[in-house]
T-cell receptor, first 116, second 115 residues
């Protein structure tokens, strides 16, 4: 069965330091990859997505992610974080058109904790 | 403003007392779904709907019902809530015209506690 693994449940980092949030997936077919962000007491919103083409994808708020097919990874990075980046980040995979449900398979989430 | 709304935002209830959580979107999206979010488990899909009168089970449908009588509304019904349904619930919608590449739009969440 396909799965998404976010290797860290929490990542503490000092303000203005770089951060990487890791995401690995298991799938033998091509996939679409997403990162969503959930700010405190809010719903999720799309940060960025990889569909095809360049493996480096840029998103909102200075985040970017790199798709690595050989390592089946889609790690999220930001060169300098701010207090406002405090949130939970979710990696998700969509197997369509192999799965007609359009269902996203979600990772367990990584809480980014910014230390002043 | 394009949005997904859910009501109520917070609900405390007792075991066995039927409840409905409403979800409405104003983007004319065909696809809607319900998720529950539990610590360490991420989001798990409860039910989804591809269009009006078309619904199907997700990964954790037991104890839940849904209906899709209108395109904009997708209520979640708990006929006899139990404490293991205490969770944070999200409704989401999207327009699947691009075959899996679509962005899902989420409501603000409903925090349900069943005593």
């Amino acid at each position: 069965a396909q799965s998404v693994t976010q290797l860290d449940s929490q990542v503490p980092v000092f303000e203005e330091a770089p951060v990487e949030l890791r995401c690995n997936y298991s799938s033998s077919v091509s996939v679409y990859l997403f990162w969503y962000v959930q700010y405190p007491n809010q719903g999720l919103q799309l940060l960025l997505k990889y569909l095809s083409g360049s493996t480096l994808v840029k998103g909102i708020n200075g985040f970017e992610a790199e798709f690595n097919k050989s390592q089946t990874s889609f790690h999220l990075r930001k060169p300098s974080v701010h207090i406002s980046d405090t949130a939970e980040y979710f990696c998700a995979v969509n197997l369509f058109p192999h799965d007609s449900n359009y269902q996203l398979i979600w990772g367990a989430g990584t809480k980014l904790i910014i230390k002043p | 403003e394009a949005q997904v709304t859910q009501n109520p935002r917070y609900l405390i209830t007792v075991t066995g007392k039927k409840l409905t959580v409403t979800c409405s979107q104003n983007m004319n999206h065909e696809y809607m779904s319900w998720y529950r979010q539990d610590p360490g488990l991420g989001l798990r899909q409860i039910y989804y709907s591809m269009n009006v009168e078309v619904t199907d089970k997700g990964d954790v449908p037991e104890g839940y019902k849904v209906s899709r009588k209108e395109k904009r509304n997708f209520p979640l019904i708990l006929e006899s809530p139990s404490p293991n349904q205490t969770s944070l619930y999200f409704c989401a919608s999207s327009e699947p015209e691009s075959g899996g590449t679509d962005t899902q739009y989420f409501g603000p969440g409903t925090r349900l506690t069943v005593l």
